[in-house]
């Protein structure tokens, strides 16, 4: 009776966490542009709106350009960063991982108000720069945490062997130990760029005028009415930040699968 009734309380709880998700998908498809059941009728014709709205897509050009460099910058760092700490003597190298990880235990509105306050100190501008920068900030501890727990897997045997065949130590790193950590590394950069491409908190207090991602374009357009394309945009996003990890965990689990082979 027990475990009944704590499978019966999960259950209510992963209702009540992705009921509202489900209505959302759902009155995308609404021929209607009034969000209210029953439905009128199945349609895509908020998806062709969407797709000749220039704002958006100016917003999505903007959230994949920034997650790209947001993903190609964090996961260079991080992995520096993981071979530093695992594979060297760092001195003090549990302060600089705590420092590291930090800014995923701080509360994200936290971070950016002190980054911002940070900037102003400095006298420097919002800039597209100082946006990527926050993002790197804030989803590099994602990396490092996957990377680590990979290499900390890898034997430094292989290493050794190479180097004592008479490969130099980069082309033992490139060789060897890359393609053994490429599961965590392509895992890690898809962390990276879904985080990046959803994050609208930190996005709000450092982007510059003018320059809107996905989020916070949906955000300026609920300030002013609740449109129909609103349900359609929160519908590509969803299959966007579930689909994209999942797809990266099933690649990394498929090459990790091949390397052990």
Not at 153 to 179: K, M, N, V
Not at 215 to 224: D, E, K, V, Y
Not at 245 to 252: E, F, I, S, T
């Amino acid at each position: 009776m027990g475990w009944l009734l704590i499978r019966g309380w999960a259950l209510l709880v992963y209702i009540f966490m992705f009921l509202p998700v489900a209505v959302v998908v759902m009155l995308s498809f609404n021929a209607s542009q009034f969000g209210s059941f029953p439905m009128t009728g199945f349609s895509f014709h908020w998806f062709v709106e969407l797709a000749n709205n220039d704002a958006i897509l100016r917003a999505f050009e903007t959230s994949i350009l920034l997650g790209s460099l947001t993903a190609l910058v964090s996961t260079m760092l991080g992995v520096l960063a993981s071979l530093a700490l695992i594979r060297y003597r760092v001195p003090g190298s549990n302060l600089i991982s705590t420092i590291l990880i930090a800014p995923i235990l701080v509360p994200e509105v936290v971070l950016a108000v002190a980054l911002l306050l940070f900037l102003n100190a400095l006298s420097l501008n919002k800039s597209f720069l100082l946006l990527l920068m926050g993002h790197v900030i804030f989803t590099m501890p994602f990396v490092i945490l996957v990377v680590q727990a990979r290499l900390v897997g890898i034997r430094r045997d292989y290493e050794e062997a190479a180097i004592s065949l008479g490969a130099h130590p980069i082309q033992a790193f490139f060789q060897i130990t890359l393609p053994l950590l490429a599961p965590a590394v392509f895992a890690g950069m898809l962390f990276a760029f879904t985080i990046s491409f959803d994050d609208i908190t930190g996005t709000l207090f450092w982007k510059p005028g003018g320059v809107e991602t996905v989020p916070t374009q949906i955000f300026a357009m609920l300030r002013n009415s609740i449109s129909p394309e609103i349900n359609a945009l929160g519908t590509v996003m969803i299959f966007l930040t579930v689909g994209l990890p999942l797809l990266g965990m099933a690649v990394a689990r498929r090459m990790a699968l091949q390397r052990g082979s």
